[in-house]
Every structure is written in structure tokens, then in C-alpha cells.
């Protein structure tokens, strides 16, 4: 099997978990099972190659067992073990209060809401193929939470500047010119690493039972997939870096330069704007001068 459609990865490339130990892979591929849910539930805008039947019917299943026990559990189990005199004076579903009865029926929501959303999906990646606007068939959507992931990156990244501006100490005057960078920057990968998998637990310490064990687990899922989802990504732009460094050396250029300065910048700005109203030569059509050359080289 493919170990792009067993993992999901964002690139086409086989997946590292390739060389792990049997046992780590099919644990990984098991994970990825959770993910299935909790992406259709707090995602939107999937490509068509990451978000499948496949895919979606393997979360079904995810679902409807855990749905399954949830069910068993509080109208079953618990009368056949007060049958067995192992847990006496148990409450029974006919006795929950309004708020134990919604908690003790919380997967068949979540079961209904994931039906419900993956047919929203999957109609929306049939519609933008329809009007010509589809998206990266390998996109894995945009998580609800990233303005609250947003919101959290601010009061690190205000925590962390006094140590980057220490660090600049050490480098060299000339990369000193340009403005601090921010410790955390990407906010896709920082709400996929961070805030999903608190949510998610978050929300398992509140609705307890059944549903948070399957949330507990989703956010281990979650939690792993968003550090590969990264690991793929910074993959990619390092390759793509390595290829511009690599013509801009092929071209005669210094890879290793540094920022110019600003009135070096000014000064080009000048130049540019100067030379931007003179007139370009006329060298003549390019094809009479190599048919001109081939004449004379013809005659001697």
C-alpha cells in the first residue's frame, strides 16, 4: 500500500514511518484513524486527495464503535450488573437527570455531526472542481482554532523576545540590520501541535465517559500527525531554499551575502527609478544577425 494513502502525508514523497519497527507503524496508522473525526469536525477547506472515502469511512468506524460502547455501557452493562449483584443501587438511563442523559448520548451527536459535516465536505470539494476553483488535492484543511492559536503565539512570542534580542549579540553587524524575527511564526503548525490537541482534551475532561476517552485518543493522534505534518512542510520549503541558493550560486552569486544596507537600498531604489525612463537599445531582430553571421563564415 501506498504510503501516502496510509498516512496522508502532504507530499507525494513515502513517509519516514516507513522505516520504523512494525509495531510503531501499525500503532501510527492506527492514530491516524482518530484523526479522521476530529479533522471533520473542527476543519474545514480538506484537498480531495487528503480528505477520501477511504478516509472517511475509516473514521465512520472510529466513530460508530465508540458510539457503540457508549450505548452498551449505560443501557446495558450497568442493568446486567446490578442483575449480578456487583453494583447495587446503579443508575439506570430511566433515572439520569436531563444533563446525565445528554452525556450518556454525547456520541450519538458527535456520530450524527460527523456524518453530517463530512457530506458538507465532500460537497464543497465537488463544487469547487465544478466551478474550476479546487484546492491542493493534499490540503488538510484549516483548523476553527487558529485565531485562538493566534491569540496564545502573541504573549509567547512577547515572552521570548528579551532572549532573541540577547541572542543577536553573538551575530555578525551586518545581520544585525534587519528586523527580530518572531520565535513562533507559524500559526498553521503551532494551533496543529498545540492548541487542537488542548482542545480536544479539554473537551474530554468536560463531557468524561465514553466521549473523553475518544477525545483523550484523538488528541494523541492529533498531536503526532501535527508534528509530521510539520516535519513535511519545513521539508519542503529547506528543499525549496536549497534549489534558489543553489541557482543564485550557478548564476555567479553569493549565497552567504549579507542583507544590503539601507542606503545601499535607497541608493538602488534611485538607480531603478533613474534608469526606469531611458529608452532599451535596439540590437536589430536577433535571427537576421545569426543568418548575417553564417554568410560570412561561409565565405571566409
Known sequence: MNSTNVTRNVTRRPDATNSYAPWVYS???????????????????????WLTPLNFFAGLLVMVFFTGVQYLLHWHLTAFLEWLELYEN??????????????????????????????????????????????HSFDDGTSWFEPLGKLLMFPINLLAAPFV??????LPRQERRVRAPWWLRNITSFTNILVDPLVLIGLAFLLKDVTGVWLCISAVGTFFYGIEKHRVRR???????????????????????????????KWWAKSKKASAGRAT???GDVQSIIDEFHQEKKQG
Not at 492506527?30 to 469536525?41: A, H, K, M, R, S
Not at 534558489?244 to 537600498?265: C, F, R, V, Y
Open 27 to 49: 500503532g501510527y496508522y492506527f492514530l491516524g484513524w482518530f484523526t479522521v473525526p476530529t479533522e471533520i469536525l473542527f476543519r474545514r477547506n480538506f484537498g480531495s486527495r
Open 90 to 135: 446503579a443508575t439506570t438511563p430511566e433515572t439520569y437527570t436531563q444533563t446525565e442523559w445528554l452525556l450518556a448520548h454525547s456520541m450519538f451527536g458527535f456520530l450524527a455531526l460527523y456524518i453530517l459535516l463530512g457530506w458538507v465536505h465532500f460537497f464543497r470539494m465537488w463544487w469547487r472542481r465544478g466551478i474550476k476553483a479546487p484546492t
Open 165 to 170: 534580542y540577547i541572542g543577536m549579540i553573538f
Open 235 to 265: 521539508a519542503m520549503k529547506q528543499d525549496l531554499s536549497d534549489n534558489i541558493i543553489e541557482a543564485d550560486m550557478l548564476m555567479g552569486g553569493t549565497h552567504n551575502q549579507a542583507p544590503p544596507s539601507p542606503q545601499k537600498q
Open 281 to 283: 537599445p535596439n540590437y
